[in-house]
């Protein structure tokens, strides 16, 4: 009874009834854990910043200028009447924490809405362009090349000159520069799927060709979309970080992570604090959307492994 | 080939066309070029006399096309803040540009090549973990933070590097680093994937039952085959040097183009501003031109059509 209870049981206990621990390992090798969990961070952060920052973002006290982070309990034990920063204050007396919390908002806020408009109007591209050919093709590439030839963020620089700092004109600038990638590739896979036989077939029934790019061209390109936006989020909050250190982003007080490492890098030997987190959150978010979009590459096309190169 | 080349160069003029005119639409949004000249003296008369002076009562075709002409002759009028030609004060700061440009060149080819072909030999080791740690990581540090945390971690707490400004060669290492990081990490990939193709090719293989020593496996079949990628690509990289310099030479306070346009920004100073983008187009144009034609001469599998 013994014996064949076990050998009844052995084998799938082998399959499924690992320990808790190989489970978990499982599920991580196979699942982009840590970067969801990094990206859901991100995300309630952004969305639950009045709840979870615990002081003001933009304002502060000069009186708490560069007061350093909570575990420095020799300082807070010399001045216990002071308030406790948990990652520390900046040369403004603001609170670190508080403003890298709201600072994802930034870079969240900008990132979507950057990526939906340039995905949207570049699928819109490429798929004409690819569809049609010849000469719409031909002039609509150039124009993706000229977004690819332009140094973006010296180009960056005189706009920002001349229409000033604001959150729309990072976000237009943005679109500019990111809606070429999403072309290019549509494109390219609308050119092999507009000579498959569906395709000619809903031609010859009369289908129009609105019809044909909406219903039988772009849920092909979805995939592809899909990789390629997932790839690009990090490019993004890296591009918008660049653009607010060198002081042409979103305008101040208003936090956003770029301009607060390029604040605390001339209180860099007092205070790292304030330009070390910052950037460690600019660090990690691009690196779990890198995992990210690597990880959404290989599940859904694997064919397009040049791309993170 | 020769018809190819020259579609390039027609592509290349076009797009710093094609920047040019946006420059010059912008900097005409940018209100009346006058302003910036307009002081206590001036009255109503010189205004007008100014604006003649400047061409201002020409039609904005006439306009252009006088910008475009002088700014092809290297003219792009004076500093308003120093009163020096823009195209000299650029000049003069761009041996700094390239000698930091060639440092991180030099950086990332001596640390990506290597530990790429290291990563694809000795893959599923260590070193493979390492290589491709490296890369995942390092394309997404900032460049600007990563400079800042260096200079605290070697020039503040070790004090081994100064930590900005231009010297000897000790001010070169951080600056170098710090904008080599990124191609390092490209160099890395693309070295890696390129060795571990080819060390499966049917050549490779052939090689070694032929009984080819493995050294001589790794670097000459291998190795020089898969270059082609990376070195093609250099090219690209000297154009994004050139733009990553201007948050490079930020930290670092490096006296080159790039914190001069940062510079002529925060001042509003249009002609170097105008100037430096257009040196910079040229710039990115020209490597983009140059890459177009390597992969066609390396790669003849590429279409001149």
């Given at each position: 009874?013994?014996?064949?209870?076990n050998?009844?049981?052995?084998?799938?206990r082998?399959?499924?009834?690992?320990?808790?621990?190989?489970?978990?390992?499982?599920?991580?090798?196979t699942?982009?854990?840590?970067?969801?969990?990094?990206?859901?961070?991100?995300?309630?952060?952004a969305?639950?910043?009045?709840?979870?920052?615990?002081?003001e973002?933009?304002?502060?006290?000069?009186?708490?200028?560069?007061?350093?982070?909570?575990?420095?309990?020799?300082?807070?034990a010399?001045?216990?009447?002071?308030?406790?920063?948990?990652?520390?204050?900046?040369?403004?007396?603001?609170d670190?924490?508080?403003?890298?919390?709201?600072?994802?908002?930034?870079?969240?806020?900008?990132?979507g809405?950057?990526?939906?408009?340039?995905?949207?109007?570049?699928?819109?591209?490429?798929?004409?362009?690819?569809?049609?050919g010849?000469?719409?093709?031909?002039?609509?590439?150039?124009?993706?090349?000229?977004?690819?030839?332009?140094?973006?963020?010296?180009?960056?620089?005189?706009?920002?000159?001349?229409?000033?700092?604001?959150?729309?004109?990072?976000?237009?600038?943005?679109?500019?520069?990111?809606?070429?990638?999403?072309?290019?590739?549509?494109?390219?896979?609308?050119?092999?799927?507009?000579?498959?036989?569906?395709?000619?077939?809903?031609?010859?029934?009369?289908?129009?060709?609105?019809?044909?790019?909406?219903?039988?061209?772009?849920?092909?390109?979805?995939?592809?979309?899909?990789?390629?936006?997932?790839?690009?989020?990090?490019?993004?909050?890296?591009?918008?970080?660049?653009?607010?250190?060198?002081?042409?982003?979103?305008?101040?007080?208003?936090?956003?992570w770029?301009?607060?490492?390029?604040?605390?890098?001339?209180y860099?030997?007092?205070a790292?604090?304030s330009?070390?987190?910052?950037?460690?959150?600019?660090?990690?978010?691009v690196?779990?959307?890198?995992?990210?979009?690597?990880?959404?590459?290989?599940?859904?096309?694997?064919?397009?492994?040049?791309?993170?190169? | 080939?020769?018809?190819?080349?020259?579609?390039?160069?027609?592509?290349?003029?076009?797009v710093?066309w094609?920047?040019?005119?946006?420059?010059?639409?912008?900097?005409?949004m940018?209100?009346?070029?006058?302003?910036?000249?307009?002081?206590?003296?001036?009255?109503?008369?010189?205004?007008?006399?100014?604006?003649?002076?400047?061409?201002?009562d020409?039609?904005?075709?006439?306009?252009?096309?006088?910008?475009?002409?002088n700014?092809?002759?290297?003219?792009?009028?004076?500093?308003?803040?120093?009163?020096?030609?823009?195209l000299d004060?650029?000049?003069?700061?761009?041996?700094?540009?390239?000698?930091?440009t060639a440092?991180?060149?030099?950086?990332?080819?001596?640390?990506?090549?290597?530990?790429?072909?290291?990563?694809?030999?000795?893959?599923?080791?260590?070193?493979?973990?390492?290589?491709?740690?490296?890369?995942?990581?390092?394309?997404?540090?900032?460049?600007?933070?990563?400079?800042?945390?260096?200079?605290?971690?070697i020039?503040?707490?070790?004090?081994?590097?100064?930590?900005?400004?231009?010297?000897?060669?000790?001010?070169y290492?951080?600056?170098?680093?710090?904008?080599?990081?990124?191609?390092?990490?490209?160099?890395?990939?693309?070295?890696?994937?390129?060795?571990?193709?080819?060390?499966d090719?049917?050549?490779?293989k052939?090689?070694?039952?032929?009984?080819v020593?493995n050294?001589?496996?790794?670097?000459?079949?291998?190795?020089?085959?898969?270059?082609?990628?990376?070195?093609?690509?250099?090219?690209?990289?000297?154009?994004?040097?050139?733009?990553?310099?201007?948050?490079t030479?930020?930290?670092?306070?490096?006296?080159?183009?790039?914190?001069?346009?940062?510079?002529?920004?925060?001042?509003?100073?249009?002609?170097?501003?105008?100037?430096?983008?257009?040196?910079?187009?040229?710039?990115?144009?020209?490597?983009?031109?140059?890459?177009?034609?390597?992969?066609?001469?390396?790669?003849?599998?590429?279409?001149?059509?």
């Amino acid at each position: 009874m013994d014996i064949t209870e076990n050998t009844a049981t052995a084998t799938p206990r082998r399959i499924s009834g690992q320990t808790l621990w190989k489970q978990t390992w499982r599920i991580a090798r196979t699942w982009p854990l840590i970067p969801l969990i990094i990206i859901g961070l991100l995300v309630s952060s952004a969305v639950f910043a009045p709840l979870i920052a615990n002081k003001e973002a933009e304002r502060g006290d000069i009186f708490f200028k560069n007061i350093p982070p909570i575990w420095y309990t020799e300082y807070y034990a010399q001045n216990p009447d002071d308030p406790k920063f948990i990652l520390g204050a900046d040369a403004l007396g603001r609170d670190v924490f508080s403003r890298v919390v709201y600072g994802s908002r930034i870079s969240i806020t900008i990132a979507g809405i950057v990526l939906s408009a340039g995905a949207i109007g570049g699928t819109i591209i490429g798929l004409v362009a690819g569809y049609f050919g010849r000469n719409i093709d031909e002039l609509l590439m150039r124009f993706v090349d000229l977004t690819f030839a332009v140094p973006f963020i010296l180009v960056a620089l005189v706009v920002v000159i001349v229409f000033g700092q604001s959150l729309t004109i990072i976000i237009v600038l943005l679109i500019a520069f990111s809606w070429g990638v999403f072309a290019r590739q549509v494109r390219g896979e609308t050119l092999v799927l507009r000579e498959q036989d569906y395709v000619s077939m809903a031609k010859v029934v009369g289908a129009s060709p609105v019809y044909i790019l909406y219903r039988h061209l772009f849920p092909g390109v979805f995939n592809t979309l899909m990789v390629v936006a997932s790839l690009r989020v990090g490019t993004l909050i890296l591009a918008e970080s660049v653009l607010s250190y060198l002081g042409v982003g979103v305008p101040p007080p208003t936090p956003a992570w770029g301009a607060m490492v390029s604040d605390g890098r001339d209180y860099i030997a007092t205070a790292w604090w304030s330009t070390f987190f910052p950037g460690l959150a600019i660090f990690l978010t691009v690196l779990a959307f890198n995992f990210l979009g690597d990880w959404l590459r290989d599940r859904l096309d694997p064919r397009l492994r040049q791309l993170a190169d | 080939m020769r018809r190819f080349i020259v579609r390039r160069l027609v592509y290349g003029v076009v797009v710093i066309w094609l920047v040019s005119f946006l420059i010059f639409a912008l900097s005409r949004m940018a209100g009346d070029p006058r302003q910036f000249f307009v002081d206590e003296y001036t009255t109503a008369e010189s205004y007008e006399a100014m604006g003649r002076a400047m061409g201002l009562d020409r039609p904005l075709v006439v306009q252009y096309g006088l910008w475009f002409g002088n700014a092809l002759t290297g003219d792009f009028g004076r500093s308003l803040y120093t009163r020096v030609s823009a195209l000299d004060s650029i000049l003069e700061r761009m041996p700094a540009t390239l000698q930091l440009t060639a440092g991180a060149f030099i950086f990332a080819l001596i640390t990506g090549i290597p530990l790429g072909v290291l990563s694809a030999v000795r893959r599923g080791t260590f070193w493979d973990y390492f290589g491709r740690t490296f890369a995942l990581y390092g394309q997404a540090l900032p460049g600007f933070w990563l400079g800042v945390m260096l200079v605290l971690i070697i020039s503040v707490q070790f004090k081994l590097l100064p930590t900005s400004g231009k010297g000897d060669w000790t001010h070169y290492v951080l600056p170098a680093v710090t904008l080599g990081w990124g191609s390092a990490a490209a160099f890395v990939r693309l070295t890696r994937s390129a060795m571990l193709e080819i060390l499966d090719s049917e050549f490779v293989k052939f090689a070694r039952a032929k009984g080819v020593a493995n050294q001589k496996i790794i670097w000459k079949h291998s190795f020089r085959n898969a270059l082609i990628a990376p070195l093609t690509f250099s090219g690209i990289l000297l154009a994004a040097f050139l733009t990553g310099a201007v948050v490079t030479e930020k930290v670092f306070a490096w006296p080159g183009m790039g914190s001069l346009a940062v510079q002529s920004v925060i001042n509003n100073d249009f002609p170097v501003m105008t100037g430096s983008v257009m040196i910079f187009a040229g710039f990115f144009v020209g490597a983009n031109f140059v890459v177009d034609i390597l992969y066609a001469v390396i790669d003849p599998r590429i279409k001149y059509e």
